[in-house]
């Protein structure tokens, strides 16, 4: 608006009458409304009024919030008139409520056309206040002004239409109380208990500096309300204290849904999955190792390539087949046992010689130190990147009760869904804060990154987060019904948003938890000679044993042959 304009404006409102035509048609102009809707049963008493402003008008008798979603995206001004009954007033309020739902920040004129009401202007003033409506504008039979003065504490005052108008939009709200529900859920909000119980840096979290911030700019006074317990509270617990007014607003954030009032979302929550980075192979996994299938194959090759060429040898020098002979050579190799070869051979002799030594000898002793080498190394699993190297390493997603409800919004697939596996609260709890590396875990980004950042310092980090999101949500904070600094927040956050300041306080929350003891970084690998263990010996102890009830079964296996 330009100072031509607002001079003219001024000027306008300073010389015009104070006679309710005027009043209204000044407020359109100003406010640059376009239409006026008058809240009544039938349109004769506002007739009497003897109103001749050009706006266009409708009665509304019915309930059409529905109708102003969709069609009346404009502001308006809303006008009723005032009953002598003081309930009635006041079940007028609840009505305009659930027909003005999300449109708190229309004007409403309240006429007063009866001469005895005026003691009753403070409790109508403080159920439109309590009901979300901050711009309310009464007028007489005496040609007065009266608004709401909410700030610092709420009251009624006489006014004229210039002030209103100056201070329709005011942000200095004098320390008035803003009530935030608060408890232990990290990253959004967690207690400081390092801090005293009184002391405004009590509570953090990049929700609850958000907050925070937002409370410093308006001059509000930031008043945390504690959950019972301090625990995590579900998307019902907080619907209910805000619908009791026990607070304005939860500290943490929620999916975005048309269910029940939140700020405007500005930025997606991706979900992510927190998956083992590559847990420690089992030595046992190694000492089954030469007993698989492949290897056998292999073997059985080498000896029937070692066989056959040997018979072949010997056929050619000798006339006759002798495949015992070469059968027991072969398998002597692989053993490495001493072995002698056939003496009258000639020049096949060093044939047979170099076959042996390569294909056998080497080979096997090529295994064996692989074998050894796996055995006293600690050698770690191939990183998990996707949903499908989840269930091909056996791999369960732990998800406690909030879960279930978020990721039946995300869609997750059917093959992320049969890797879920219920458990307690407590244990979830104990097990994710840990980053227990023998499951995975699944929720919004900034809370995987919270977690992750203990292993900050670790050689060998012991979880990951997987490249790809399972899911996306818009990120909000649930709020009072029609609360009336609604607008204020959500210019707030949207500002912090496009400043980039948003994304900053998310980091810094990482950093703020290790001050207040709530997070750990977990103690760095040293590169140092680890002493030896039991576990350790455990496959020596076990071949040992082996060998041991193989050289009994022969024993007894002797024993019976002399006796047979």
Partial sequence: MSLVKIVIITSILKLSSSNLDTIISQLSLVLKVRSQVYYGFTFDRFEALNLRNNQPRQLIYINFSEEFKTQH?????????????????????????????????????????NANITKSYLQISKSYWDAGFSNVLIYNLEKELWTINPYPHLDIKQTYLEEYLRNRNNRNLMGYPLRILVTNDPPHCFVDELEPPNSPNRYKGSIITILQIFADHLNATFQPVAFPGLRRYSTTECLQ????????????????????????????????????????IDKFHYFFRPFDFYVWIGIGLIVFYISTLGTLLHRWHFGNWDVGQYLLLALQTLLTISLSLPKSLGCSRIILFLLLFTVGFILSNLYVALLSMM???????????????????????????????????????????????????????????????????????DRMDFYLYQQKFLRRRRMKKLPNPVGYTWAVQVLKQNWVLEKYYNEHVQRLFETGLQNKLVEDVHELAVRAGFLHFFPTQTQTIEPLRLKDIVIAGMILGVGFALAGICFLGELLFERV
């Fill in 375 to 445: 055995l006293t190394t600690k050698l770690y699993q191939k990183p998990i990147e996707n949903i499908a190297d989840l269930k091909a390493e056996n791999v369960n997603i732990l998800l406690q009760q909030h879960n279930l409800n978020p990721n039946s919004i995300y869609g997750s697939s059917e093959e992320l869904r049969e890797r879920f596996l219920l458990v307690e609260e407590l244990l979830h709890q104990q097990r994710r804060d840990g980053l227990d590396p023998n499951y995975a875990y699944v929720d919004s980004e």
């Fill in 241 to 280: 204290m805000v619908a009791n007014n026990e607070t304005d607003a939860c500290g943490s954030i929620f999916i975005r849904t048309y269910r029940y009032a939140t700020s405007q979302p500005v930025r997606l929550n991706r979900v992510a999955i927190m998956a083992p980075f590559g847990n420690p």
């Fill in 73 to 113: 995206d404009e502001p308006i001004i809303l006008i009723t008139i005032l009953e002598e009954d003081l309930n009635f007033n006041l079940q007028t309020v609840e009505v305009l409520t659930s027909y003005l739902k999300d449109r708190q920040y229309n004007d409403i004129l309240l006429l007063d056309v």
